[in-house]
């Protein structure tokens, strides 16, 4: 059984922008409205950014379907262990799911919310597994999959015994989302909410990957050192651009003890929730979307042990940002254990040692960015994947492994323009194979 999920960078010092016009803005943005009306004998069935109508033949076409990103907290919304979203205190059952209420709850709106973004942690498993979010009342079959859709899908993967975050940006359905324990065996499950996209908020500017901390070289820090026990790493991730939120790809390596991770807005007290969980010695990354507050966002290092901290920045939302969220799915575009890709050229296939292999994650729609899952397994070496927009890889990554593992991450892969196409990269000595599931996209 196995399922998906991601890990990206970001650097301390301020990042410009890249090629995009400021946009002026009032408040929040809207989510990029558009300006033609379909009622014309012989008008396209398309307005001028491609967008189909989503109305009669006689109404304007006001918006692309996109959505704005408002980040919250982060608060916890589910806890099975503390009865915090659900009626009692108890572990998920063998093949059952949990339904989750995430509209009208901690700032939420009540309605017009369009998909959350949280973190997911799976901790006291009994059994191996993997963990599927996804809407509520979700079905398997999706007739815009680009491979046949059966039990296919998932969030994050585990071990007996072993607690395992990742997060998830999911679309919202009747204003729930739900959590599907794939095992033979109980697990607890909780949910950190970091924000939701609706049609008021801010629109995303793609940036990198760009590394921005690194504690062992230093970037992003005065100097190289490892982060203290329970100690506070403070990272500048933004300048006058006004970024509410970043996207970040976070790792940590040489622990000397096990612990977590929370990620949290600068000047606040450290949240109760957690972004990684790792065990003594072992390096593990995830993604991590975080409210920025006075230009910067803090780590900290909740274990009785050191930690090294590396960050890759993916993007951030703000009034320079262009790009609208897409959700769709969760579908799978990719499976190297079956056969994928292009109709007419799935062939089942591995990634090979220091080499890479291409996904059309949303195939012939040439989006600014894509929200994948992304997960490894059978790799016969340790090492790290990397995701990039064709090109070549930089020093960045969004996932790390060991010899036989299966291992999941969510990753924001900012596109090139004029490009469909998604590279993995393995960056280890041995083949393995590669998932992919797709939670939507950015659009311009």
Request: no cysteine; net charge neutral; aromatic share 10%.
């Given at each position: 059984m196995f399922r998906l999920r991601t890990a990206l960078a970001v650097g301390a010092t301020l990042l410009g922008t890249v090629g995009l016009p400021a946009v002026a803005t009032s408040g929040a943005q809207a989510a990029a409205t558009t300006s033609y009306v379909n009622n014309a004998p012989g008008t396209p069935t398309?307005?001028?950014?491609?967008?189909?109508?989503?109305?009669?033949?006689?109404?304007?076409?006001?918006?692309t379907g996109g959505s704005a990103y408002t980040p919250v907290g982060p608060v916890r919304l589910l806890d099975t262990r503390e009865a915090i979203g659900v009626p009692s205190a108890r572990a998920v059952a063998p093949g059952e799911t949990v339904n989750l209420p995430v509209t009208g709850v901690a700032g939420v709106p009540t309605d017009g919310v369009t998909a959350v973004t949280m973190t997911v942690t799976a901790t006291e498993p009994t059994r191996d597994g993997d963990l599927a979010v996804r809407p509520f009342g979700y079905a398997w079959s999706s007739p815009s999959s680009l491979i046949d859709e059966r039990e296919t899908t998932s969030t994050l993967n585990w071990v007996a015994g072993r607690t395992v975050p990742n997060q998830v940006t999911v679309p919202v359905k009747d204003g729930k989302v739900s959590f599907y324990n794939h095992s033979g065996g109980t697990v607890h499950v909780i949910a950190d909410l970091a924000g939701y996209y609706s049609a008021e908020g801010d629109l995303f500017q793609p940036l990198g990957p760009a590394r921005v901390l690194d504690t062992r070289e230093p970037i992003g820090v005065p100097s190289a050192g490892a982060v203290p026990a329970f100690g506070t790493l403070e990272l500048p991730v933004a300048d006058a651009a006004g970024a509410t939120a970043v996207t970040m790809n976070v790792t940590v390596t040489e622990p000397e003890r096990e612990g977590h991770l929370t990620v949290y807005p600068h000047g606040e007290a450290a949240p109760n929730t957690s972004n990684l969980n790792w065990t003594a010695g072992r390096t593990v990354a995830g993604l991590v979307t975080v409210p920025v507050k006075d230009g910067k966002v803090s780590f900290y290092n909740h274990s009785g042990g050191t930690v090294h901290l590396v960050a890759d920045l993916a993007g951030r939302y703000g009034a320079e940002g262009r790009a609208a969220f897409h959700p769709s799915g969760p579908s799978r575009v990719m499976d190297?254990?079956?056969?994928?890709?292009?109709?007419?050229?799935?062939?089942?296939a591995v990634v090979p040692a220091w080499g890479y292999v291409a996904v059309y994650p949303a195939w012939g729609s040439y989006p600014a960015v894509a929200t994948l899952n992304v997960t490894v397994t059978d790799p016969g070496a340790g090492g790290h994947l990397k995701a990039y927009s064709e090109g070549s890889p930089n020093d960045t990554s969004v996932l790390n492994f060991a010899p036989g593992d299966t291992v999941a991450n969510q990753v924001v892969v900012p596109m090139k323009r004029g490009s469909d196409l998604v590279m993995f990269y393995n960056a280890s000595g041995a083949p393995l194979h590669l998932v992919v599931d797709r939670y939507g996209v950015g659009k311009y």
């Open positions: 398309v307005d001028l950014k491609g967008d189909v109508a989503q109305d009669g033949p006689a109404v304007p076409n006001t918006g190297t254990r079956e056969y994928w890709g292009r109709p007419h050229y799935r062939t089942p």
